[in-house]
C-alpha cells in the first residue's frame, strides 16, 4: 500500500504557521497593563525595569551590545546576586579618579570618591549629587560627564587577545628558529593562516616589490579581528568588533598608513589627474580627495554592521525559546541559532579577511608606479 505524503506536508506546514499561536509569553491583558504602566511611569520621568518576557529580551540584547564597566559571567534576577569581577574606574574630573567599578553595585547605587558623586546609567557614568539624581530631557540625561578611561569589558578583551597573540606568534617564531623554519604546536594550525595572507592577500595587491614593509600590519589586524569575532561567538558575552569605536580605530589606522607611506604618483593622481582635460582636473581633485576619507569609512560600517547584525540576530533566535514556551517552537529556535552559530564562525573569518584585503588594496593604490604611457592615451 502506497501512502502520499502530500497530506503530512500539509500538516507539518500547518504546525509550523501556527507555531507563534501555540504559546504566549504573556496573555494580551498583561501586555497592555504593561505597557500602560511603563508609558506612565515614563510620563513621570522615571524608567521602569521590563517586566514580561519580550521587554526582557530587548533589554538583555541591548545590555550586550553596550559595553560594561564590570565582567558578570552569571547573575540571579530573583535574588540579585552577581558572579564575576569588578573593572577599575578611571575618570579625568578635576584630577584623576580611581575607584573600583563594585561601588555602583551594577548600577544600582550612586558611587562617592574624594566626595565627587558619580550615577551609571546604561553604561555611561554621569556626575550627580549624593542623592544619585538624574536630570532628564527628552528622555536623556544632561548632567555632566566626566572623561571616561576606564578599564571596560571591551578592554580586557582587546588586551586577552593581544597577549593570546603575541604569545602564539612568539611561539610561532622561535618554533623556526628552533626546527629550521619548520612550524610546532600551535604553530602548525597557523602558519598556512600566515603564508594565505602575504601570497593571496599582501602580494597580489601591493606587489612583489613593497608587500614587505606592510606584512606586519596586515597579519595583526587578520588575527586581530578573526580573533575578537571568534571570541565574541563564546558566551562570555564579549562584542568588541560590534562597537564602531573599535572599527573606526582600525579604519583610522588603515586610513593613517595609507596617507603616510603614499609615494608621489597617489596624490599626483588625486590632486592632478593625467590624461584628463585641465577644467576637469578641479572638479575631480575634491571627489578623488573625498573618496580617500569614504575608503576607510566603509572599511568601518562594513566590519561593525555585519558583527552586531549577527549578534542581535543570534540573541534574538535564541529569546524565541522563551517566547514560544513549546516543545516544537524551542526546538526550531535551538536548531536555527545552532545553524547561525556555526555561520557566524565563517562570518569571523570573512569580515577579518574582507578588512584586511580592502587594507593591502588601498596600501598597494598608494604604491603604484607611475606608467608612462597614461599620460599618452
Given at each position: 500500500m502506497v501512502i502520499s505524503?502530500?497530506?503530512?506536508r500539509f500538516i507539518l506546514a500547518t504546525l509550523v504557521a501556527c507555531l507563534p499561536?501555540?504559546?504566549?509569553?504573556?496573555p494580551e491583558q498583561d501586555t497592555v497593563k504593561v505597557k500602560t504602566e511603563v508609558a506612565h511611569e515614563a510620563a513621570e520621568g522615571t524608567h521602569a525595569?521590563?517586566?514580561?518576557?519580550?521587554?526582557?529580551?530587548?533589554?538583555?540584547?541591548?545590555?550586550?551590545?553596550?559595553?560594561?564597566?564590570d565582567f558578570t559571567f552569571l547573575a540571579n534576577e530573583e535574588t540579585g546576586e552577581h558572579y564575576g569581577f569588578s573593572l577599575p574606574i578611571i575618570l579625568w574630573d578635576n584630577g584623576l579618579?580611581?575607584?573600583?567599578?563594585?561601588?555602583?553595585?551594577?548600577?544600582?547605587?550612586t558611587a562617592e570618591h574624594n566626595g565627587n558623586f558619580y550615577v551609571l546609567h546604561h553604561e555611561k557614568i554621569y556626575k550627580t549629587d549624593a542623592s544619585g539624581t538624574l536630570t532628564q530631557e527628552h528622555g536623556h540625561p544632561t548632567n555632566a560627564t566626566p572623561l571616561d578611561l576606564s578599564i571596560t569589558k571591551s578592554v580586557v578583551g582587546i588586551l586577552g587577545i593581544a597577549v593570546l597573540m603575541f604569545v602564539l606568534f612568539t611561539g610561532l617564531a622561535k618554533s623556526?628558529?628552533?626546527?629550521?623554519?619548520?612550524?610546532?604546536?600551535?604553530?602548525?594550525?597557523?602558519?598556512?593562516l600566515v603564508l594565505y595572507v602575504r601570497d593571496e592577500i599582501a602580494i597580489p595587491n601591493i606587489g612583489e616589490k613593497g608587500y614587505k614593509k606592510y606584512m606586519s600590519y596586515l597579519l595583526t589586524i587578520f588575527f586581530f579581528i578573526f580573533f575578537l569575532n571568534i571570541l565574541g561567538l563564546t558566551p562570555l558575552g564579549f562584542n568588541v568588533t560590534g562597537n564602531i569605536a573599535i572599527t573606526a580605530s582600525l579604519a583610522l589606522l588603515t586610513y593613517l598608513i595609507t596617507t603616510f607611506t603614499a609615494n608621489k604618483n597617489y596624490w599626483g593622481h588625486i590632486f592632478w589627474m593625467p590624461g584628463v582635460p585641465t577644467p576637469m582636473k578641479?572638479?575631480?581633485?575634491?571627489?578623488?580627495?573625498?573618496?580617500?576619507?569614504?575608503?576607510?569609512?566603509?572599511?568601518?560600517?562594513?566590519?561593525?554592521?555585519?558583527?552586531?547584525?549577527?549578534?542581535?540576530v543570534l540573541m534574538s533566535i535564541i529569546g524565541l525559546m522563551f517566547i514560544f514556551k513549546s516543545w516544537i517552537g524551542s526546538t526550531l529556535s535551538f536548531g536555527l541559532a545552532f545553524?547561525?552559530?556555526?555561520?557566524?564562525i565563517l562570518v569571523a573569518f570573512l569580515q577579518a579577511y574582507i578588512?584586511?584585503?580592502?587594507?593591502?588594496?588601498?596600501?598597494?593604490?598608494?604604491?603604484?608606479?607611475?606608467?608612462?604611457?597614461?599620460?599618452?592615451?
Open positions: 505524503n502530500k497530506p503530512l499561536l501555540i504559546s504566549f509569553a504573556n525595569e521590563p517586566t514580561d518576557v519580550k521587554s526582557k529580551i530587548k533589554a538583555f540584547i541591548n545590555h550586550h551590545l553596550l559595553d560594561a564597566h579618579q580611581v575607584f573600583s567599578s563594585s561601588k555602583f553595585h551594577h548600577g544600582e547605587e623556526y628558529a628552533k626546527n629550521g623554519g619548520i612550524a610546532t604546536g600551535a604553530g602548525r594550525f597557523f602558519e598556512p578641479f572638479i575631480l581633485a575634491p571627489i578623488e580627495l573625498l573618496g580617500t576619507i569614504i575608503k576607510p569609512f566603509s572599511l568601518m560600517i562594513r566590519l561593525y554592521a555585519n558583527i552586531l547584525a549577527g549578534h542581535v545553524a547561525l552559530s556555526i555561520l557566524e578588512f584586511t584585503m580592502l587594507s593591502a588594496l588601498y596600501f598597494g593604490a598608494g604604491n603604484e608606479e607611475h606608467h608612462h604611457e597614461e599620460a599618452h592615451h
